[in-house]
């Protein structure tokens, strides 16, 4: 079972910065586009951020002044830096590989003073 794993979420006071993980296998990483999404409580799953497996980075409008997606190729790791953060980033940030249809378990994220 193929498995994406999340890390980096945590507790941040507002303007801070965060960077969040993802560890794939190899096969899935590798070829693919890979990206974020996030889940706020009480609102459906949305889209943050993909990246190509060349580094060609595309953003949700509202986050691009503020979000960077990055890969390390050499260890199969997807990062998500966060900066300048606000309580409305609240939420459960998921690792995807969209053209395989496989995502992580996601990693809480909470935004308060």
């Known amino acids: 079972q193929v498995q994406l794993v999340e890390s980096g979420g945590g507790l941040v006071q507002p303007g801070g910065s965060l960077t969040l993980s993802c560890a794939a296998p190899e096969s899935i990483f590798r070829f693919n586009p890979m990206g974020w999404s996030r889940q706020r409580p009480g609102k459906q799953r949305e889209f943050v951020a993909t990246?190509?497996?060349?580094?060609?980075?595309h953003y949700a409008h509202s986050l691009m002044d503020r979000f960077i997606i990055s890969r390390d190729n050499a260890k199969n790791l997807l990062l998500l830096q966060m900066n300048n953060l606000k309580p409305e980033d609240t939420a459960v940030y998921y690792c995807?590989?969209?053209?395989?249809?496989?995502w992580g378990q996601g990693t809480k994220v909470t935004i308060s003073s």
């Open positions: 990246i190509t497996s060349d580094g060609a980075a």
């Open positions: 995807n590989a969209p053209k395989e249809g496989y």
